[in-house]
């Protein structure tokens, strides 16, 4: 009897184990989401400079903050190394901003709906063992898909709230070339930590 107990007490402890040790694609599925927050956070930082404050960029930055303040808590609890934000500290560069407004809120479109793929075909099938990772990956790109595209898609159509009116129909600076998006889909399969930032 004894010696059952402590192959079942054995077998349950490696269960545990197992569930908090990560693979290797899912360590890169959250680290590639990461960097795809913190590129989102720089570019938005960026157009909040050339824009003003009176943008929806003010206000999505701020959630760029949290998810990649729940990335990191993931990393933390599986014990990976947590990196800082190269596109802060000048070891990556971001894309040229958008030369317009409205060219910032096309591309944020674009970058919305690159982010969306990005975890449905890759970084989501990645932790599908892993409960908990599976529902941050979900919560974030619920977020994409139901706040911040809309957000952007409004704003293209002249819609963006009254707080936003005046940046978005009033004078606009000139930006520093052409925006390509903010899209992260150029991480696939979760394998690179050179997610794009988007939201």
Same mark, same amino acid.
């Given at each position: 009897m004894k010696k059952f107990v402590i192959a079942a007490t054995l077998a349950s402890f490696a269960t545990v184990s197992?569930? #908090?040790?990560? &693979? &290797?694609d899912a360590e890169n599925a959250i680290l590639t989401a990461l960097m795809d927050e913190y590129k989102a956070t720089a570019t938005y930082e960026a157009l909040i400079d050339q824009y003003g404050t009176n943008t929806p960029f003010s206000k999505i930055i701020k959630a760029e903050e949290r998810h990649s303040d729940a990335l990191i808590k993931l990393l933390v609890k599986y014990d990976v190394e947590v990196p800082t934000n190269p596109y802060l500290d000048g070891t990556m560069s971001l894309d040229p901003l958008p030369s317009s407004l409205v060219a910032a809120y096309e591309a944020g479109i674009e970058g919305e709906l690159a982010n969306i793929a990005l975890y449905q075909d890759d970084l989501l099938p990645a932790v599908e063992a892993y409960p908990?990772?599976?529902k941050v990956f979900t919560n974030l790109m619920s977020a994409s898909q139901d706040k911040h595209l809309p957000t952007f898609e409004n704003c293209v159509d002249g819609t963006c709230d009254s707080r936003h009116a005046n940046a978005t129909h009033g004078q606009q600076k000139q930006g520093h070339g052409q925006g390509n998006?903010?899209?992260? #889909?150029?991480?696939?399969?979760?394998n690179s930590h050179n997610g794009k930032g988007r939201k």
């Open positions: 197992n569930a #908090a040790t990560l &693979t &290797t908990d990772i599976t998006g903010y899209g992260g #889909a150029g991480s696939k399969g979760g």
